[in-house]
């Protein structure tokens, strides 16, 4: 890559970075917007959600940014930011490690705060509550699609890493060619390349037909949704310069698109009769969940469904009989695989995803379904970790358990409850 300007702000990144927020408790967050916001002239809305609209200068129409507010990641007494070259990372001082920063969007808050700084004329929204199923754009979709009338473009800096540019998210095919003809030396500048995503608030603003063109760029978070997640301030720099620069040279230029009817896969299953024995007779029934290709109930008393969840992204669904819990993952992203599992196509490490809702393995260097994905090996290496407990699949039981408590079994190619009787 070219050497670029650094129009990064460190400080106000790491100070961003610092504030603690998840789905259920995003008031520090929403506060430090707001008193960021005061700071700015700029019109400033809230509805009935939380979600925040910003407006800034006067015109007829204006480019748009979107971002989530919440993060994946448990609240911790003493979160600390530190910096480290190019990196920055998060350390909880009470328990004497690293733990998840939070890039994942916290950085595209910062993006969003420093482009209504520098951009004189612009639209912007923070959504809340995009991990658990994008309610804050859903809500703002369905309540107040009209605010998105006079928008040119939206584009969402929440994507992992250095160099995607995703155009189709989530199966909804989200920006025009007409929009990326335009801007492709811009993302030739800063190395970004066209590919396909799996879900973010962007996509719930196409498939709701807003009417123009939607993006979701790479912003430099690296290992999200884990402990060990970092932020890489170049990686940062890159996705502010080439926003700064479309929303530079197209400020008013509309960009119009309606996405096509999307297609639905079909729900890949297994026969679970055989551990169908080990299941209480009345299950605990936790939350709705929309698929991932399809739009997510609104649920109206947040709070109250807040407190059915057991750690961040996963509720108790049902027992074994000796009481051995099993968990329905209830975030909306998509699970990456190990380092060492690969593409039986294409043989790419680090593009297999498991879409929990679809109930399938998606590889995104290919941009379609794994031709492995029937090998049980592969779920082998399938790990979430959530709040100090790491959570593994069993595709028989359709169930997720605590490591600990699981066993993988050769002879049926599936984790299993560490007593099941055999």
Known sequence: MEKIKNRIDVRFLAETLAIQTNSYDDHDMLTFIKNKLAQINVTVQEDGYGN????????????????????VHSLVKNFNVFQTGDTLFAFDSDKGKQCGIGGDDKVGVYILLKALLDIPVLK???????????KG?????????????????????????????????????????????ETQEIADKYEYIETIGLCTDADTLASGHVGVSCLNISCGYVNPHSSYEIV???????AYNYIFDVLSEFPHRR??????????????SKDAGYYNQLFNSKKKK?????????PDPLISDVYAYANKIEFDNFVLTAQ???????YKYVGIKAIPFALDVSC????????????PYEGRIFCTKCNDFATNEDDLDLFKHLEVDDNDVTFVFSVYADSWMDKTEAKWDETLKCWVPDDMPF
């Open 124 to 134: 912007a929204v923070f959504f809340k509550d995009e991990e658990v199923g994008r």
């Open 255 to 268: 960009f119009e698109h309606i996405p096509p009817k999307k297609i639905y896969s079909t729900k890949w």
């Open 320 to 326: 074994t009989k000796d009481k051995q819990n099993l």
């Open 52 to 71: 925040i609209y910003v407006t800034k200068g006067i015109a007829n129409d204006y480019p748009c940014l979107v971002a989530h507010v919440d993060t």
């Open 286 to 294: 936790g939350p709705v969940q929309g698929k991932l290709f399809g």
């Open 232 to 238: 890489s301030i170049e990686g940062v720099n890159s």
């Open 137 to 181: 754009s859903t809500y703002s979709i369905y309540n107040h699609k009209d605010w998105y009338n006079n928008c040119n473009y939206i584009i969402q800096p929440d994507r992992r890493d250095f160099c995607d540019l995703i155009t189709n998210s989530g199966g909804v095919d989200m920006t025009s060619k007409e929009f990326l003809e």
């Open 344 to 355: 039986g196509k294409c043989k790419e490490l680090r593009s297999l995803f498991y879409m």
